[in-house]
């Protein structure tokens, strides 16, 4: 946004004074101050929980406890989270699962399904089965391995 | 602490009142006595309806709100401490209540305004600070207003709020910061922009 033409400026300024002259009908406040007092002399009516919480607690300190509260959660669940990770993390590796389901029920069990099952045997890699196969061989060149003395 | 200046009635059209004593009249009121309510209601009800009715744009709603705000006032002014002058406490009621108000019923602005007041023979006046090249020549003063108060009506509350307060009522940034619960420099920034977006949903009548 640009900064404000003054002559714009100036007539802004005199439009919204101009809305001081913008009056209730006749009598209006003549009558104002009755409606008020009849009005007060009326019960009150009950206020709201909302209301009374308002006027009872402060909105600082209400803030202040519902975010210790809120602290105070989070850590509870935390440790509460850590001991059973602690827990979990002692027991040996291999009782974690009393009883492992057998491989052959598994792959039973995707049978069902229209995907191929093929049992293929694990092999170790290629590369570790013939070590430099597919290496380009090249031949060395005789200067190389020839030792240079100082003469 | 700002001291309410005036010492002369609004209510009986300027007539001067022997001496305003706010503090005798609050500790008056304070032990339930109905004749120091009514003063301070005399006192203080056309500014406290000029603030909701501009904030506002609707006379109905304008009134309603002057007179619960006043109510709650009373009842709660055992609550007042005197820390300020009754008449920020007062006003503090009246926007906190305006603006709860036009938040609740956002979508829902009906403009009811005002007539001009009769001895104001300004429309000319006020009709000359339009630009020649408005899109509507042969526009009137009521429907300048209408214009005037719907753009008051797009800008936020808190921006109507110090543009009513400062531009239309003429309280100083200092009082205005006291109502508003915030510093002097909060007043003026709030001032700057909501002046910049009025003359931006104006411009196409204030051209030069």
């Known amino acids: ?115 191929p099952l093929t049992k293929s045997k694990a092999e170790p890699p290629r590369i570790l089965m013939n070590p430099g196969a597919g290496l380009a061989t090249r031949p060395a060149k005789a200067s190389s391995n020839t030792v240079h003395t100082p003469k | 602490m700002l001291e309410t200046p005036s010492i002369v009635s609004p209510a009986k059209g300027g007539e001067t009142m022997p001496e305003w004593n706010e503090q005798e009249h609050v500790s008056r009121a304070r032990e339930g006595d109905m004749e120091a309510c009514d003063a301070l209601v005399q006192q203080y009800q056309e500014r406290i309806y000029a603030t909701i009715y501009h904030m506002t744009s609707n006379h109905e709603d304008a009134a309603d709100l002057a007179q619960e705000t006043f109510i709650k006032a009373f009842r709660k002014i055992q609550n007042f401490k005197g820390d300020s002058a009754f008449f920020t406490w007062l006003y503090r009621i009246a ?14 602005v009906i403009l009811s305004i005002n007539q001009m007041d009769e001895d104001w023979d300004s429309g000319e006046e006020l009709l000359g600070l339009v630009s020649k090249d408005t899109p509507q020549r042969d526009i009137d003063r009521h429907e300048l207003q209408g214009i005037l108060n719907a753009a008051m009506q797009k800008l936020s509350p808190n921006h109507r709020l110090v543009v009513t307060l400062h531009d239309v009522q003429g309280l100083p940034h200092e009082q205005i910061g006291e109502i508003m619960d915030c510093n002097t420099n909060t007043v003026r920034t709030r001032l700057h922009y909501a002046r910049k977006q009025l003359q931006a949903h104006l411009s196409d009548y204030l051209k030069p």
Not at chain 1, 16 to 28: I, Q
Not at chain 1, 55 to 70: E, G, N, S, T
């Open chain 1, 1 to 115: 946004m640009t900064d404000p033409d003054p002559t714009e400026f100036d007539k802004l300024q005199k439009l919204l004074a101009s809305k001081k002259k913008e009056k209730p009908e006749d009598g209006f406040f003549d009558r104002f101050s009755d409606r008020v007092l009849t009005r007060l002399e009326e019960p009150a009516p009950r206020p709201t929980l909302w209301e009374r919480l308002n006027d009872q607690v402060d909105p600082f300190r209400a803030a202040a406890a519902i975010f210790a509260m809120l602290i105070g959660v989070g850590v509870w669940y935390g440790l509460n989270e850590g001991s059973h990770l602690a827990e979990t993390g002692l027991e040996p590796l291999g009782q974690a699962e009393a009883n492992p389901e057998p491989l052959g029920q598994g792959l039973d069990a995707l049978a069902g399904s229209s995907l």
């Open chain 2, 95 to 108: 926007v906190n209540n305006t603006i709860n108000f036009i938040r609740s019923k956002r979508r829902r």
